[in-house]
């Protein structure tokens, strides 16, 4: 019986393996380019997409240009989408509206600008959605599909956040919100926590629930603003929802106060500080495009939202859980190569002299 279960487990991890290199060689990384005069697989997002050639598990890196990749770019296949940065000047990767609809399982969308994010179609459950480092305008899912296991890490938004649908293990972690509210559905297993809130008014984080059992909890958020009114966090959860909030920061720029909401379906606890620099490493007051200026932006050539520990405050790793953001949206794990400078003109059969940056996050 002994070799019997020892050749069976042999036989077992033998079959693993193999079936591993299948996966890893059925994947295709295929490369998108919409420039004029550059060889690429293809020129157009939506039809690298819809080719029988891209199956579900590949690759599409899609390259930075002036011109977007369309207006309205429907995602049914499970695709990993890479573009070059969100930020950096003359390297970056635009998409108009991204849609989701059934098929989308497993999908990654990263180092991308995206004027919009919303779904389309119904009737499916589609899970492992993950956005990683990209600007992103509104970000809207519908409630005609339920969304299980998505991942919203290190990304911008500049206008709100809304996932109105059936969610189950959703992480909102590291992410940067310029628009006014977040709001969200049936939210017994959202993670929130370790984002930077910059806005000028009043902020509104929504908790809505058929059940009215579900806690939203919110913690380890920075929440600025720039005004010489006072400003609330509002918590709304229709008075019947709960909402709990532990160890985040507010501040006001200017010289209004910056406070969460008070009620009964409220908690908010006793590590939460509010009226408290968060000793960003470097943000500028004057400065409208930053985020710590008037306008409710973030400029990443300018602000450095890593902290300092002060007097008061928590330290930078209880807040940030470690993270480090990344200004420009570069796609984190994969490398980045930029031309720094290169000679203007040469002889024939001369010499081409270029400097390269290369890195990866």
């Given at each position: 019986?002994?070799n019997?279960?020892?050749?069976?487990?042999?036989?077992?991890?033998?079959?693993?393996?193999?079936?591993?290199?299948?996966?890893?060689?059925?994947?295709?990384?295929?490369?998108?380019?919409?420039?004029?005069n550059?060889?690429?697989?293809?020129?157009?997002?939506?039809?690298?997409?819809?080719?029988?050639?891209?199956?579900n598990?590949?690759?599409l890196?899609?390259?930075?240009?002036?011109?977007?990749?369309?207006?309205?770019?429907?995602?049914?296949?499970?695709?990993?989408?890479?573009?070059?940065?969100?930020?950096?000047?003359?390297?970056?990767?635009t998409?108009?509206?991204?849609?989701?609809?059934?098929?989308?399982?497993?999908?990654t969308?990263?180092?991308?600008?995206?004027?919009?994010?919303?779904?389309?179609?119904s009737?499916?459950?589609?899970d492992?959605?993950?956005?990683y480092?990209?600007?992103i305008?509104?970000?809207?899912?519908?409630?005609?599909?339920d969304?299980?296991?998505?991942?919203?890490?290190?990304?911008?938004?500049?206008?709100?956040?809304?996932?109105?649908?059936?969610?189950?293990?959703?992480?909102?972690?590291?992410?940067?919100?310029?628009?006014?509210?977040?709001?969200?559905?049936?939210?017994?297993?959202?993670?929130?926590?370790?984002?930077?809130?910059?806005?000028?008014?009043?902020f509104?984080?929504?908790?809505?629930?058929?059940?009215?059992s579900?806690?939203?909890?919110?913690?380890?958020?920075?929440?600025?603003?720039?005004?010489?009114?006072?400003?609330?966090?509002?918590?709304?959860a229709?008075?019947?929802?709960?909402?709990?909030?532990?160890?985040?920061?507010?501040?006001?720029?200017?010289?209004?106060?910056?406070?969460?909401?008070?009620?009964?379906?409220?908690?908010i606890?006793?590590n939460?500080?509010e009226?408290?620099?968060?000793?960003?490493?470097?943000?500028?007051?004057?400065?409208?495009?930053?985020?710590?200026?008037?306008?409710?932006?973030?400029?990443?050539?300018?602000?450095?939202?890593t902290?300092?520990?002060?007097?008061?405050?928590?330290?930078?790793?209880?807040?940030?859980?470690?993270?480090?953001?990344?200004?420009?949206?570069?796609?984190?794990?994969?490398?980045?190569?930029k031309?720094?400078?290169?000679?203007?003109?040469?002889?024939?059969?001369?010499?081409?002299?270029?400097?390269?940056e290369?890195?990866?996050?």
């Open positions: 019986m002994k019997f279960m020892s050749f069976s487990k042999r036989a077992l991890i033998f079959s693993s393996l193999l079936f591993s290199v299948a996966l890893i060689s059925a994947q295709t990384t295929w490369t998108v380019n919409n420039n004029p550059v060889s690429a697989d293809f020129t157009d997002l939506q039809a690298a997409i819809n080719d029988v050639s891209v199956m598990g590949d690759i890196y899609v390259q930075h240009s002036p011109t977007s990749y369309g207006g309205n770019i429907d995602l049914s296949k499970s695709l990993t989408i890479i573009g070059r940065s969100h930020a950096d000047v003359g390297y970056t990767t998409i108009g509206t991204l849609r989701v609809t059934g098929g989308a399982d497993g999908s969308v990263k180092g991308c600008r995206i004027n919009s994010i919303s779904a389309v179609g009737g499916s459950t589609i492992g959605l993950s956005f480092d990209n600007s305008g509104s970000f809207d899912l519908n409630n005609n599909h969304f299980t296991n998505t991942t919203i890490k290190g990304n911008i938004f500049t206008n709100n956040l809304t996932i109105r649908s059936v969610m189950s293990n959703v992480t909102i972690t590291n992410n940067i919100f310029l628009g006014g509210s977040n709001t969200f559905y049936e939210v017994d297993t959202v993670f929130y926590s370790y984002n930077v809130i910059g806005f000028n008014g009043n509104t984080l929504s908790n809505y629930d058929t059940d009215n579900q806690q939203l909890n919110i913690s380890n958020c920075i929440f600025v603003s720039n005004s010489a009114a006072d400003r609330t966090i509002i918590l709304n229709n008075n019947t929802n709960i909402v709990q909030v532990d160890n985040c920061v507010t501040y006001n720029y200017g010289s209004g106060s910056h406070v969460f909401e008070t009620d009964t379906y409220i908690t606890n006793g939460v500080q009226n408290t620099n968060p000793n960003f490493t470097s943000v500028d007051t004057g400065n409208s495009q930053s985020i710590a200026g008037t306008g409710s932006n973030y400029d990443p050539l300018n602000d450095d939202l902290l300092q520990d002060g007097a008061g405050l928590f330290g930078s790793e209880g807040l940030y859980e470690g993270y480090n953001f990344i200004n420009l949206g570069l796609p984190t794990g994969y490398p980045s190569v031309i720094l400078s290169h000679d203007p003109t040469i002889a024939k059969n001369g010499n081409l002299s270029v400097t390269i290369a890195k990866t996050n």
